[in-house]
């Protein structure tokens, strides 16, 4: 039992038989850490490229939010000089957050 409990602290380290044996003793599994996906996996590398938190490009987006995905999108290439992948993630996600 306490090897499943240091698996359970490090859940890199599971496999299918200790997850069997995690639901035979009514444990509930959380995963530590939950693949990103979408434009939101883009984040870690626009952070560390741009120096800036995520939340610096939804206030820039803010200030444009009354113009087209597109034109958002050559808004951030263009003021900021990011790229397109980059700069079409943070349009995505800001323009889905915002219902538009």
Known sequence: MEELVTKLTHPENLNCKDLTTVKDFNYTLTMAEKK????ASYFPSIE???GKPIEHWMKELKKVSK?????QVAHLKEKFEMGHGHANALVAYFRKKQGL
């Open 48 to 50: 560390k490229k741009y």
């Open 67 to 71: 113009l087209a995905h597109m034109e």
């Open 36 to 39: 990103v996906m979408g434009p």
